[in-house]
Each structure stands twice: as C-alpha cells, then as structure tokens.
C-alpha cells in the first residue's frame, strides 16, 4: 500500500469532521429500532418511478408500483406535466394474448422455455423428453421438430455448464432462437452422454433420494454441441458445419436483422481465442468475420448491435474496453473509442446522425457517466453531469434528451431528463429524497480509496451514528472478490436495515474491492490468470492495514463476510489472513477450484493438469496453519445441501481437513437449499448471522426484538 503522509493530520481532520457531524446529529432523531425493523418514518425517502420508454421525443413514460401492478403516466419533459396513460396494462410486460391462449392448453405444463414468434402465429418450446416443439396459435396443432431427446440428449435445452456459465441463468437453459421472419429456429443440441455424474442427496422422506447431475468439473470432459437451423414448417433441417467432436465452446448466438445471417461466436477450450463465424442457414456454410486472441483468457461478447454492413460491439483486449465496429465480410474492424473505460454498456447506434451513445465508467472506476462518439471523429463527449452514478438511460427519438437515474453514496436517487450539448440543462422527475430526511440521524456511507501496488482501489465505508473517536469500534467488511465482480459503487444504497442497524449499534461497515474487481481493466484482472486466490487477499489485507490508521478501528474485532467466492474468500481471510481478519461467515464456497465447473474455473485457471500448482493453492484446507478456531479467531461456515452450483463436496472437504487439523468451527447446513437461502431458511441464516456477529464483534446477546422480526433484507 502507498504511504500515507501526514497520517496524523490526517486523522485529526477527520476526528475534526466527525466532531462537526456529532454536533448536527445532536440536533436530529434518531431511529428507533422498531422503525429500522419495520417501516420506516415517513418523509424520509420517496418512492421513484420506473421509465418503460418515450412514447414519442417530449414524452416519457412512467410506471409506479400499485401493490403488485403498476400504474403508467406520460411525462411531458417540456411542460413537467403527468398524466395517465389510458387503457394501459398493469404489468410492465403484458403478456400476449397467443400466449395467454397457450398458458391454457394442455401441452403447456410440461412445456419448457415456451417462447413467441416474432410474428406471434406459433410458440417454440422443448417438451418433457428434450425435443424442440412448436405450437401454433391458429390450430392449436402441436409438431415436433426433433424426436431423438433423452435425459442427455438435449435439443434447445441447455447442459448445466451452458446455462451457468455461457448463457446465463436468465436463459432458463433456453437454447433455442427464432429467425426474425418466424420460419425457422435456429438450436443448439446438446450430448451430455460422456459427462461425469454428480450426485446431489436430500434427506427428505423415508430413504432420500438422489438428483442426478450431469455436471463438468476442472479437467473433466464437456458437453458436445450441434447447431442445426430446422423449418418450422416442414422440419426440414440444416447442421451448421461445426466439427462437434472437437474440445470447443459456442457463446450466445445472434440473428442479424434479416436473418439472412446467424453469427455464432467460437472458443476453444482454452478460452483465448474467440472467432465469430456468420453460418447461412439455408446450407450450414460458414465464414469466419472475427478473431481476437490473448494471451490470458476472453470474455464472451455480451451485446451486438447491428446496422446495415456490420455491427457494434465492446471488447477489451488493449487491457481497457473500447466500442469496435466490425463489418460482415470480415475486412473491416474500426475502432471507434479510446482511453480508461469499463462496464462499456451501448445505449443507441443513430448511423443517420453518424453517433453512439454509450454509458462507462471512464471519469473514475466507480460511477457510470453518459457519453457520446462520433462515428466520423471518434471524438467523444460527456453529456452527464456532476459526480453521479448514472443508470437506466435512454436516448430520446431526436437525440435532444436523455433520461436516467443519477446519484451517489451521500445524494439519493433522483429521475430525471436532461437535455443533450454543450450544457447540460436538467429536469427533475422525481426525487427519492423526503421532505423529513435531513430530520434524521441515519448513516451515510463514505467513499474511501488505497493505492496498492499502482492500482487505485475503492471501499465504501458506512461510520456508526454519532461516531466518538475516542472510543473503540469493531469492523464489519462485506465483498465477493469474483473477477471483474466488484461490489463497490459511488451509487446510492437506500435506507433500510441493511446499512442502518449496525450504525446504530457502533459497528463499522466497508465493502471492500481489490485490483481485479473490474477498477483497474483487463491489467487488473490479469493477476488471477493461473493464480485465483492470491493477491484477492493480498490487496483486502492492504485495507485492513489501512483501516488500522484510525485511532478509533478495533484491530482485534474485524469480522468478513462473504458468499459463493465471497464465501471462499472469507475463509482464505480468516485462516491464512488471521492476523487481520478474526471473525467470517462464509456461504456456499468453492474450496478446491478442481471441484467447480470447467468453463468458470478453466477460463482463469486452465485445466488442473496443465496448472497444478495453481490448482494445489486453492485447496483451502491446506491453507489453514494460522486459523485459531478461539474467541479470538473464528468462522462460521453455510452451505446449502442441494446447491447444484457450488457443491456441498466444498464445505465437506474443507471441515474434514479442519476437523483433522484440531480446528473449531461452525457449520450450517440447510437441508434442500440451492446456491442461495429462501423463505424460512433464509430468515434463519440472517438471524444466525446476527447472533455470531453480536457474540464476536460485540461480545453481547443479539437483542430480542431483532431475532423476533422478520429481519427483512
């Protein structure tokens, strides 16, 4: 960590400030801990409407939450008038009528995925026995597009591996996509016949049972995948000419606009080289476009965005992400932004105006600001303003206004519309601050930074209300620690029990992020190449030690907490790190990288037989020499016995080698829990959480009324 200079002065100016801010907080209510429980005075936060589109380039329309509905009202941005929309739905997505038709049909309740054509006539689904249908909304005829699904034979439904890690839970291991002129689906078939079987036990009745799972860990052999385009109407099929034997990865595939291309993007194993192909899919020929090689690993395309010869995407392999323009015969590859940026997210491609608009993090790491290129210049322009977070963005129709939400760790969250040049002109929609806010002592958290190793790292820090700096006071560090998953942003948290309660107990709370959180660009992440769990540590140690600088932070009651690699990470903190981090609570933790999937595990790490050593070095149970397992040292393990994610194998092999060790510890179980816990569960996870923290950090009862609420989170 760099050296702070002048470390007392600095101190005492804040010592000073605190001083200042007890004497203002004399003069306010505090927060009972009914009302910190329960519901909170009224005044001091108002509720903000969500933006569902324009409706047309001066109205914007709002959507406010009525129960479980919504209520919809049109904005005039030039009059600042509201008024409701007529005959509008209750939900922000109304469902259509064909599919409501199919919602009633039989062959709906085994239907998986079912989705619409975009011309609305037909619904695309996979069946009980993992074979593509598709229903049609005239006649109600059910056809089946494939017939050889099994239990591992999969057509559009994914591999676990796939839906985890490669399109994402919110695919619902959907893989399958229409053509934009509905006639033909194009999918993705699965084989998981060569795959390992992991078993998953539950208790419940008399014997149990066991889930099968077909699931890949590090090294092991993956699925293999055809991708075939079959028509909807006479199930003719066509294979796209991919040699499926090969050890190889497919990302999330796009249709272009009119369909006349399907673009598929292509890994290797390795996950160093990524090759977009566009396949026809009247004759499954291919032809490579893109190719992008690094010598660490790369991340898959999120977003495309396509115009008439080619489309937009961000990449990050000069170690920062910039917006590129690739065309579709491959001979063309622009580059249209430059400089610091990251969480590059394109808001608009306007190719008349000859712009883009975008949103990035490019001012500093932990705010998102609002931008605009030039597709002839590469001249870029901020059209945001002040030191503000800014999130759900949109462009209006003529480009002259966007609207968006904005704040940051001290200013709660406003909605508003702002006109686009040279000075910003902003109007405020809503605001979610209350009248009786400041009437209040409630704890406003603090954005604090560390220089480590050249790297700028943030934490948000939350002080105790009516902090004494004569006394001392335990600290409590949240953080995930993932690659390019940081948990720190300059953004507005709320008021809730979450943040409140603990400053109203004297506890310290910081979130915390290290150098490859996704503030230091692909550089940053770099460091994990071949060697997860190493300097994860090293930079959260420099945060403790930072810490240590006031005179009012207890070294000896510093508490973690974490979940899924925030779970691994608590323990790594707590037994390797033990002379900075005493107490942790780590939740559904990965403790040898060799049990966790391939795809996650060997895009960082490569395969175990090709990396060893770094394989060896994330067995945490070989990394416990320094844990106590005392009052002074102690952790708190959670798992859930059904997680299909992270494996109950984790925290089994873990307690062997503690319990072999001698070492003290708590565990948890949750009987039928996944990677998260739910309903009961979770309010009893919480309330235990709190009773370990008073115990340890406070060395006191939790407190009735806590335990008996329900703890809302």
């Known amino acids: 960590m760099k050296p702070l200079r002048s470390l007392f002065i600095v101190c005492a100016l804040f010592c000073t400030c605190a001083t200042t801010v007890l004497a203002e907080n004399n003069d306010k209510k505090a927060l009972t801990q009914e009302q910190i429980l329960g519901k909170m005075p009224e005044g001091i936060v108002n509720p903000v409407p969500m933006v569902t589109g324009w409706a047309d380039k001066n109205t914007v329309t709002l959507a406010y939450r009525d129960g479980r509905d919504f209520k919809f009202f049109n904005y005039n941005i030039k009059t600042g008038v509201q008024t409701p929309v007529e005959n509008s739905p209750r939900e922000i997505a109304p469902v259509p009528e064909q599919m409501k038709k199919f919602q009633g049909e039989a062959v709906s309740k085994d239907a998986k995925n079912p989705l619409l054509s975009p011309d609305k006539t037909k619904v695309a689904f996979t069946d009980k026995d993992n074979n593509l249908c598709v229903w049609d909304a005239a006649t109600s005829e059910v056809k089946k597009l494939t017939t050889d699904g099994t239990n591992v034979i999969m057509n559009g439904y994914a591999s676990w591996v796939y839906y985890e890690e490669i399109l994402g839970r919110g695919s619902r291991y959907k893989a399958f996509w229409w053509s934009p002129d509905s006639k033909t689906i194009a999918y993705y078939k699965f084989d998981d016949s060569n795959i390992s079987m992991f078993p998953i036990y539950d208790s419940r009745g008399k014997h149990g049972f066991i889930t099968e ?8 052999t993956n699925p293999e995948v055809k991708i075939a385009f079959v028509n909807v109407s006479d199930g003719a099929t066509v294979w796209a000419d991919f040699d499926h034997k090969l050890d190889q990865y497919f990302g999330i595939p796009f249709w272009n606009a009119d369909g006349s291309r399907f673009i598929i993007p292509w890994m290797p194993r390795e996950q160093n080289n990524l090759i977009l192909y566009t396949v026809n899919p009247a004759d499954g020929s291919k032809e490579q476009i893109y ?28 170690m920062w992400e910039q917006i590129y323009f690739q065309s579709f015969d491959g001979k063309r590859l622009d580059k249209i932004t430059d400089g610091k940026n990251w969480g590059v997210r394109i808001v608009k491609v306007d190719m008349k105006e000859g712009s883009i608009y975008f949103t990035a993090r490019r001012e500093v790491s932990t705010r998102n600001d609002v931008y605009k290129v030039s597709l002839k210049t590469k001249k870029i322009d901020r059209l945001s303003f002040g030191e503000y977070n800014f999130t759900g963005v949109s462009i209006s129709p003529d480009n002259k206004h966007f609207v968006a939400q904005y704040s940051n760790s001290v200013t709660p969250t406003r909605l508003a519309v702002v006109s686009i040049g040279k000075k910003p002109v902003e109007k405020v929609i809503a605001d979610s601050k209350g009248d009786k806010f400041d009437e209040y002592k409630l704890a406003i958290p603090q954005m604090l930074s560390i220089e480590v190793d050249g790297y700028v790292l943030p934490a948000q820090v939350i002080w105790p209300v009516d902090l004494d700096y004569t006394k001392k006071y335990p600290v409590l560090v949240s953080m995930y620690g993932g690659p390019n998953a940081g948990t720190v942003m300059d953004t507005w948290k709320g008021i809730s029990e979450r943040n409140q309660w603990w400053a109203n107990e004297g506890v310290i709370q910081i979130a915390i992020d290290h150098r490859a959180s996704g503030h230091c660009g692909k550089e940053g992440l770099n460091f994990l190449h071949r060697n997860l769990l190493n300097i994860e540590l090293k930079d959260y140690i420099e945060w403790i030690k930072y810490l240590r600088t006031y005179p009012f932070v207890n070294p000896d009651k510093v508490g973690i907490t974490g979940f899924s690699y925030g779970g691994s990470m608590t323990t790594l903190a707590c037994t390797e790190g033990s002379e900075y981090f005493k107490y942790g609570i780590a939740g559904g933790g990965v403790y040898d990288y060799q049990l966790y999937d391939t795809h996650y595990t060997e895009r960082y790490m490569d395969r175990p037989q090709d990396n060893p050593e770094g394989y060896a070095n994330t067995v945490l149970g070989n990394r416990i020499a320094n844990y106590k397992g005392d009052k002074t040292n102690y952790l708190k393990i959670t798992h859930g016995t059904s997680d299909d994610n992270v494996h109950m194998q984790n925290t089994m092999h873990l307690i062997n080698a503690m319990q072999d060790a001698g070492k003290q510890f708590d565990l948890m179980m949750y009987p039928g829990e996944f990677h998260g816990y739910r309903g009961k569960k979770s309010l009893h996870s919480t309330a235990g959480d709190y009773i370990f923290w008073y115990t340890y950090l406070l060395e006191k009862d939790a407190p009735k009324i806590l335990l008996d609420s329900k703890l809302p989170r």
């Open 213 to 220: 799972t077909r699931y890949p860990k590090a090294g092991d």
């Open 291 to 318: 190719n992008e090689n690094q010598k660490t690993w790369i991340d898959w395309m999120e977003d495309m965005h396509f115009v008439e010869d080619g489309f937009f995407m961000v990449r990050d392999f000069d």
